[in-house]
């Protein structure tokens, strides 16, 4: 089995910066995309930014601009570098990947971990 264990949330005033990391850990042979989604209260979770393996990324027009997404496949971890955070950012923020295990590829997330934006 493979675990995603993300860190880094919490709470920030209107212009602040906070890094989300995600480390993957369990059976794995190689992670093609790694991603980070998030879920406002009431909504729809939603895409924020994508990492693929060979480094090209996808963001939200809401977030471009403003946050970075990065791996280090050494480690099996991604990161989300947020600058400039508004309070509409305030959401819980999922990591997602594609992992390739010995036995199959699949789909995992991680548990949340949330950022609160205060204006």
């Known amino acids: 089995q493979v675990q995603l264990v993300e860190s880094g949330g919490g709470l920030v005033q209107a212009g602040g910066s906070l890094r989300l990391s995600c480390a993957a850990s369990?059976?794995?042979?190689?992670?093609?995309?790694m991603a980070w989604y998030r879920q406002a209260p009431g909504k729809q979770r939603d895409l924020v930014a994508k990492?693929?393996?060979?480094?090209?990324?996808n963001y939200a027009d809401s977030v471009k601009g403003r946050f970075i997404i990065s791996r280090d496949n050494a480690n099996d971890t991604v990161y989300l570098y947020m600058n400039s955070l508004k309070a509409e950012d305030t959401a819980v923020y999922y990591c997602n990947a594609d992992v390739v295990s010995s036995v199959y590829t699949s789909n995992y997330w991680g548990q949340g971990t949330q950022v609160t934006v205060s204006s």
């Open positions: 369990g059976s794995i042979v190689r992670i093609n995309a």
């Open positions: 990492i693929f393996s060979g480094g090209s990324t």
